[in-house]
């Protein structure tokens, strides 16, 4: 009995460690691309960069919410609600806003490729921002019909109270949600597919009639190609709470260790994946990411030196 609670107990040690220890691997490297991005005055003022780190920001905080709700899953069991509530808000809103931001970065350079004399009218730094509070405004009204389904369902005086685990899946389980996610996720989804096929067969089509800037249009299309190829990624955590239900019913002895590689595969994975896609195969950015972590290394020995 002993051996065996042993080694339940190091299995949750050894899940809980790895999940911490990429979700800093991922700050941290997500941390560099965001201080070249403000330490270089040519991006600050570029929409597609400005979209570009705010993909990276939105990704670190639902990384550190996420990972801080899958350790509290085992450290912290009666939670209560009123706590609970906001770290599930900001977990669902930073996870719709990944894809609304990529559909949001395709645009950019469909209006940069197929209308390039319309581009520095149409994406100026200010419209960027609006657009990026609308990504925000979208993404958080999911999270808050779950909010109120709950209000509307059960009595009030449920929010003073505590829950077992500070879960989506655990709180809001009821029909009710269940229809709305499923609605949702399919607008969501089918929104940004559209966007995203819309402006690769658009640059497509550029690309075949421009015979003066063939290249820029070949990067474009495979920068859009890469936002689908991300927008994938990204859709498999709508899987997460299927996956659960379904193994819950035909293995459940082995719930937990389902539940760590379905987390793992379908928000660590494509968030750690996300800045090297864009950020190291851009030129420009690579360039200067390149001289800033120099930089730091140059000091940092110089430091160990003087020491």
């Known amino acids: 009995m002993n051996a065996s609670v042993n080694q339940y107990f190091q299995e949750i ?13 991922i700050i941290c490297i997500n941390s560099i691309f965001v201080l070249t991005f403000f330490k270089s005055p040519i991006f600050i003022n570029n929409p597609r960069y400005i979209l570009y780190i705010h993909l990276v920001i939105n990704d670190m905080i639902m990384v550190w919410i996420t990972v801080t709700l899958f350790v509290m899953a085992y450290a912290w069991q009666n939670v209560i609600f009123s706590f609970c509530c906001p770290l599930l808000i900001i977990a ?4 719709k806003n990944t894809p609304l931001n990529l559909a949001a970065m395709a645009l950019e350079r469909y209006i940069a490729i197929c209308k390039p004399l319309h581009h520095p009218q149409i994406c100026t730094v200010r419209r960027t921002y609006f657009l990026i509070f609308f990504i925000w405004i979208a993404g958080i009204i999911p999270p808050l019909i779950d909010l109120v389904i709950s209000a ?12 077992n685990a500070c879960a989506a899946v655990k709180l809001y389980n009821t029909d009710y949600h269940y229809k709305k996610n499923m609605a949702l996720n399919v607008i969501y989804t089918s929104f940004v597919w559209i966007v995203l096929v819309y402006t690769y067969c658009r640059v497509l089509f550029t690309a075949k009639k421009m015979s003066s800037d063939k ?6 299309q495979s920068t859009i190609l890469l936002h689908g190829v991300q927008q994938l990624l990204c859709m498999l955590s709508y899987t ?6 379904f193994f819950a019913r035909i293995l ?16 660590i ?6 800045p090297l896609i864009y950020g190291v195969r851009d030129q420009a950015f690579a360039k200067h990411l390149r001289k800033n972590v120099s930089c730091t290394l140059c000091v940092v020995k110089i430091e160990s030196a003087e020491k």
Request: proline fraction near 6%; aromatic fraction near 14%; charged fraction near 10%.
């Open 13 to 25: 040690f050894t899940q809980n460690f790895i999940i911490v220890f990429l979700g800093l691997v």
């Open 269 to 274: 994975v494509p968030r750690l994946l996300s």
């Open 215 to 220: 290249v820029s249009a070949k990067k474009a």
């Open 92 to 95: 669902s809103t930073t996870q």
């Open 152 to 163: 509307i369902l059960f009595p009030l005086f449920i929010y003073l109270q505590t829950v």
């Open 240 to 245: 997460t709470p299927v996956i659960d239900l």
């Open 252 to 267: 459940p002895d082995q719930l937990i260790k389902i539940s760590f590689y379905a987390y793992l595969l379908t928000n």
